[in-house]
């Protein structure tokens, strides 16, 4: 089936501004993956200004767009009948004579189709400061089948969609999980109830190394960690990988299974991210990353799990150096954080716990990846007349 097509700019136009004034509406903060959603919800607080007087007026219906927009920051405003975003937004009236689906129009501009426009069609040389010119935004075509059908898409699309949010909320609540058996086997790192001896990090540890400085590409012999590989859940993420040569990665350069990577680099509520190497497959690693191995009586699992409690990230969050926007602990440093030690063999119980739930949660992240690719193929069959 051939779609009729409609250029953007005869779907929405821009709303008037309107401001918050004196008054009090609820304030919206804008996600990747869940569209808007309340401040409190992502933030667990309130993070506005004191001052919202300036923040914009969205009623419900109307298209909200963040920034960056190549990674679909935007959606449309179905929670309140009036609330307020912040005035970086840009806020759009769908048309009512467009005989577009609001939904079906907002599941568009956040499918690979237009993203992938948005991407070819930025302007700028910095990279997430780049910008797509408002003209060139509404020039985008979208595709334009009946009515019922843009019913029919939107409803088979939000139904794999809360799929894959169930499947989400389950990791989420695995991550939990971790957390939690931390603390019940260790106590509370802040207070160490069970009065273990307290040691610094370079006690615990056989060495700790910064990465290569060679800079790697597409093609390559040895596969590459960098720091948007280690997550802020802990994990060792193999998606997205450079490569470079063998001669740019000597052994020094490389992991081994049991190493902690450490990302000493980053804005500042990332730095310190750290994460356990669990694989086999030799893999060099890049220069904002630390390579902590541990000594023979002690387990990297303990170890790297300390590093990612909220406790030790107050305590990182407070070492850091600020440069620019940037924030970094280096080696020295690192070593000289101080650790409860308790037994190795309660290191070790804790370490053989926390592969079981590793174990399911691969199952889930598997899973995952299926209703994703699902996800995308029904994005493509839909947006094309083939679904």
């Known amino acids: 089936m051939t779609l009729d097509t409609k250029q953007l700019g005869e779907i929405i136009q821009p709303a008037a501004v309107a401001r918050a004034g004196d008054a009090q509406y609820p304030i919206l ?15 667990k607080k309130r993070i506005a200004s004191v001052d919202t007087s300036p923040y914009r007026v969205v009623k419900r219906g109307q298209l909200v767009v963040g920034f960056p927009i190549d990674e679909a920051v935007l959606s449309i405003q179905n929670l309140h009948d009036l609330a307020i975003v912040s005035p970086a937004y840009e806020i759009w009236d769908v048309l009512d004579t467009s005989g577009v689906y609001e939904a079906y129009l907002e599941r568009y501009l956040r499918s690979p189709f237009a993203i992938s426009y948005y991407s070819a069609k930025l302007q700028g040389t910095t990279a997430r400061r780049r910008s797509l010119p408002k003209d060139v935004f509404l020039e985008m ?57 307290i040691v610094t990090v370079e006690e615990l540890i056989e060495s700790a190394a910064y990465g290569t400085s060679s800079k790697a590409g ?54 310190g991210k750290t994460a356990v190497y669990r694989g086999d497959e030799p893999l060099a690693y890049a220069g904002y990353l630390i390579r902590v191995r541990v000594n023979g009586s002690n387990d990297s699992e303990y170890l790297a799990a300390y ?44 370490a053989r716990r926390l592969q079981s739930l590793q174990s399911v949660k691969a ?11 699902l996800f995308l193929s029904l994005q493509h069959r839909g947006f094309r007349g083939k679904l």
Not at 172 to 185: G, N, Q, T, V, Y
Not at 240 to 245: E, G, N, Q, R
Not at 320 to 326: A, H, R, S, V
């Open 141 to 197: 075509p979208v595709p334009v089948p009946s009515y019922s059908e843009q019913l029919r898409i939107t409803e088979v699309l939000q139904q794999a969609d809360a799929l894959r949010r169930k499947r989400r909320t389950a990791l989420a609540l695995l991550d939990e999980l971790s957390r939690s058996l931390f603390i019940d086997m260790f106590g509370d790192p802040g207070t160490n109830p069970s009065q273990w001896p």
């Open 29 to 43: 903060s804008m996600t990747m993956h869940h569209g808007l959603v309340e401040q409190s919800d992502k933030f």
């Open 218 to 271: 597409e093609s390559g012999d040895i596969p590459v960690l960098r720091m948007n590989n280690i997550t802020p859940t802990g994990e060792v993420n193999l998606r997205d990988l450079k490569y470079m040569s063998q001669s740019d990665a000597p052994e020094k350069y490389r992991v081994r299974r049991g190493d902690i990577l450490f990302n000493r680099t980053n804005s500042p509520e990332l730095v």
């Open 363 to 373: 199952t889930h992240l598997l899973q995952m990846e299926s209703l994703d690719t």
């Open 307 to 350: 590093l990612n409690t909220r406790y030790a990230k107050a305590v990182l969050r407070g070492m850091c150096k600020q440069i620019i926007g940037m924030a970094n602990i280096n080696a020295r440093e690192l070593q000289q954080i101080k650790i409860p030690k308790p037994p190795l063999e309660l290191q070790r119980s804790f």
